[in-house]
C-alpha cells in the first residue's frame, strides 16, 4: 500500500481532523482529488473529508479539536462544512446513492451511514476513489483500481458496470472529459463506449453546471503544467466530439466532421476547429470563439454547396446555443462578435482607415481577441506558419492608435454634446450623430481631437438642412 504525508501548508488542519476523529473513536480519511493530485506529485485538490461519522457528531466535535466553523450545509447528502487557517473542508459521511432513469445529477435516493466500500462505489471514476487515512497517511485503494490506473494514467468505472455509472449522472460525461484533458490521462475503452452510449442524456444536466464544467474543459491546461503530446483544450474539442456531447449541446455541428476544406486547410471542419482551439492562448472567450467559428460552415454549404456567409451563419447559432448551455450573456455576447468578424480583411485588402475604423467599434480588448483568432484560425489550417500577415498588420494598426492616443468612445472626446448645443444650438439626437461622425474622424485623425478643431469640424457633419449657428 502507498502512504502519503500532508504538504506543510495543511498539517496543522490535517492534526485538527485528527483530534476530531479520535474524540468520537473513528477514522477519518481525505479522498477523491486530493489524494489523487498527491499521489500523482500535483499540487492538491479540494480538501474533502470522508468517515462513519454522522453530520452532528462532526459539528459537536469540531469546535474542541479547534475549528472556528462547522456547520451542516446539506444533511441529506450528509455534507459538513469545516473552515480553519482559511481552508475550506468538506465532510461528507459515507453513503450509498441511488438515481432515477434519465441521467439526472441529483440522485433519487440516498443512504447515509454505508461502508466504506460502499462510498467508493458511488463515486465516478476509480482514480477520484482513494482513501488517505489520516492517522498513518495510508492509502486505501478500496476498489482495486484506483491505484493500477493512477500508475497507467488512465480513467476507469469506480465500479465494475462503467455503463452503470454513465448512466446514473450524465454530469460524468463533462467530468470524463474534464479529467482525462486536466490530467492527460486516457480513457478505457469500456468506460468510453459507454459515455457514447449514454451521450444523449446531458440534456438532463442543469445550464449552470454544463456551464461550469465546460469552462473547465476549454481551460483544461491551466489546471495543471505537464508535458502534452497535443495541446489540452485541442484534445478537449476531439473528446466532447468522439463521446457525443458536443453534437447534443450544439446540433448545427452534426456532419462537419464528413465536410472538406479549400485548397487553404489540410484538415476538414472538424479537425480543423479542433487545432484552431489548440491554438489559442487560455481565454474562455477566445476559446469559445474557436469552438464555434466555423460552426456555420454545415449549414451554409447543405443550404449553398459553398462556405459563404458562414460566419455570419455562425454567429446567429453561437447567440442561440452559448445561452442554452448556461453561458452568460457577457461572454455569450464578446464571443457572438468574434464569430461574426473573424472572417473580416481575411485577404490583407482593407485600407488602413477601414482597420482602424474596425479597431474603434470593437475596442482594444476585443480586437486584440480577433488577432489571436486569425492567428489560431491560420495556424489551425495546417497548412500555415507564424508570422501570420494579416495579424501582424492588425497589431501594427492597433499599436499605432494606442501611440497616436485615438480615441475609441464618444467620452475620450475634447468635446461634448454641451459644447455642440452652445456653439451651434444642436438639439436632441443630432448631437450624438455629430459626436459619433467626429469620432470616426479622430480614428484616422488623433492628434484632431482638440476641442477647438473639432467645433471647426463640426458642421461639416450636420444633417441637410441644419442650420449652424456661429461658434460662442
Same mark, same amino acid.
Request: charged share 25%; aromatic share 6%; glycine share 8%.
Given at each position: 500500500?502507498?502512504?502519503? =504525508?500532508l @504538504? ?6 490535517g492534526e ?6 479520535a474524540?468520537k ?5 481525505l479522498v ?5 493530485n ?8 479540494d480538501?474533502?473529508?470522508?468517515s462513519?461519522?454522522l ?7 469540531a469546535?474542541?479539536?479547534g ?10 447528502l450528509?455534507?459538513?462544512l469545516l473552515?480553519?487557517?482559511?481552508e475550506?473542508i ?9 438515481y432515477a432513469?434519465?441521467?439526472g445529477?441529483t @440522485?433519487?435516493r440516498v443512504?447515509?451511514g454505508? =461502508?466504506l466500500?460502499e462510498d467508493?462505489l458511488?463515486?465516478?471514476f476509480a482514480?477520484?476513489?482513494?482513501y ?5 497517511g495510508?492509502?486505501l485503494d478500496?476498489t ?6 493512477i500508475?497507467a494514467r488512465r480513467?476507469?468505472s469506480?465500479?465494475?458496470?462503467a ?7 450524465a ?5 470524463l ?11 478505457e475503452?469500456v468506460?468510453?463506449?459507454a459515455a457514447?452510449?449514454y ?11 454544463i ?7 476549454l ?8 508535458p502534452r503530446r497535443? @495541446?489540452a483544450?485541442?484534445r ?10 458536443l453534437?447534443e449541446?450544439?446540433p448545427?455541428f452534426a456532419?462537419y466532421r464528413?465536410i472538406g ?5 489540410k484538415?476538414n471542419v472538424f479537425l480543423h ?6 491554438? =489559442?492562448?487560455p481565454d474562455?472567450v477566445?476559446?469559445y470563439?474557436?469552438l464555434?467559428?466555423?460552426?456555420g ?9 459553398c462556405m459563404?456567409?458562414?460566419d455570419?451563419c455562425?454567429?446567429d447559432?453561437a447567440a442561440?446555443r452559448?445561452?442554452?448551455?448556461g453561458?452568460n450573456?457577457?461572454?455569450?455576447e464578446?464571443?457572438?462578435?468574434l ?8 485577404t490583407g ?25 486569425r492567428?489560431?484560425d491560420?495556424?489551425?489550417s495546417?497548412?500555415e506558419s507564424? @508570422?501570420?500577415a494579416?495579424a501582424?498588420r492588425?497589431r ?5 492608435m ?12 475634447d468635446?461634448t454634446?454641451c459644447?455642440l ?12 450623430r455629430v459626436l ?9 485623425h488623433?492628434?484632431q481631437?482638440?476641442?477647438?478643431h ?5 458642421p461639416?457633419?450636420f ?5 449652424e449657428?456661429? =461658434?460662442?
Open positions: 500500500m502507498a502512504k502519503l =504525508t @504538504p506543510p501548508a495543511h498539517r496543522r488542519v485538527a481532523l485528527q483530534a476530531l476523529f474524540a473513536g473513528a477514522q477519518g480519511y477523491g482529488g486530493y489524494v489523487r498527491l499521489l500523482l506529485g500535483l499540487p492538491p485538490a480538501l474533502d473529508i470522508a462513519a461519522l453530520p452532528e457528531e462532526v459539528v459537536q466535535a469546535a474542541a479539536a475549528f472556528p466553523e462547522a456547520r451542516i450545509v446539506n444533511a441529506r450528509g455534507t459538513v473552515q480553519m487557517d482559511g475550506k468538506e465532510h461528507t459521511t459515507f453513503r450509498r446513492e441511488s432513469a434519465g441521467g445529477h @440522485p433519487a443512504e447515509i454505508a =461502508t466500500l467508493a458511488r463515486r465516478d482514480v477520484n476513489a482513494l488517505m487515512r489520516l492517522t498513518d495510508e492509502v478500496p482495486g483500481r484506483g491505484l493500477a490506473d500508475a480513467l476507469r469506480a465500479r465494475a458496470c455503463a452503470e455509472m454513465i448512466r446514473d449522472d454530469l460524468r460525461l463533462l467530468r472529459v474534464r479529467f482525462a484533458c486536466q490530467l492527460d490521462f486516457q480513457i475503452s468506460l468510453f463506449r457514447r452510449e451521450a444523449g442524456q446531458i440534456h438532463a444536466i442543469s445550464r449552470e453546471r456551464a461550469a464544467e465546460m469552462q473547465k474543459i481551460l483544461s491546461d491551466t489546471a495543471y503544467a505537464l497535443i @495541446p483544450a485541442q478537449a474539442v476531439i473528446l466532447l466530439e468522439c463521446v457525443g456531447v453534437r449541446l450544439i448545427e456532419g464528413e476544406q479549400c485548397k487553404y486547410h484538415y476547429t479542433a487545432h484552431t482551439v489548440g491554438e =489559442t492562448p474562455l477566445l476559446r470563439a474557436a464555434l467559428h466555423d460552426v460552415k454545415p449549414c451554409v454549404w447543405r443550404e449553398t454547396g459563404r456567409g458562414h455570419l455562425g454567429a447559432i442561440r452559448l445561452p442554452e448551455m453561458v450573456r457577457k461572454t455569450t464578446q464571443v457572438v462578435r464569430v461574426r468578424e473573424h472572417m473580416y480583411d481575411l485588402q482593407a485600407r488602413e482607415s477601414r482597420i482602424r475604423r474596425k479597431i474603434q467599434s470593437m475596442g482594444y480588448a476585443a480586437f486584440d481577441r480577433l488577432i489571436l483568432l492567428e489560431a491560420f495556424l489551425g495546417g497548412k507564424r @508570422p501570420v494579416t501582424e492588425f501594427a494598426v492597433r499599436d499605432a494606442q501611440r497616436e492616443n485615438a480615441p475609441m468612445q464618444v467620452g475620450d472626446l468635446i454634446g459644447d448645443m452652445a456653439a451651434y444650438a444642436l438639439r436632441g439626437a443630432e448631437i450624438g459619433h461622425a467626429l469620432l470616426d474622424f479622430c480614428a484616422l488623433p492628434a481631437n482638440k476641442k477647438q473639432l467645433l471647426r469640424l463640426a461639416r457633419f444633417a441637410p438642412g441644419q442650420a449657428g456661429g =461658434t460662442r
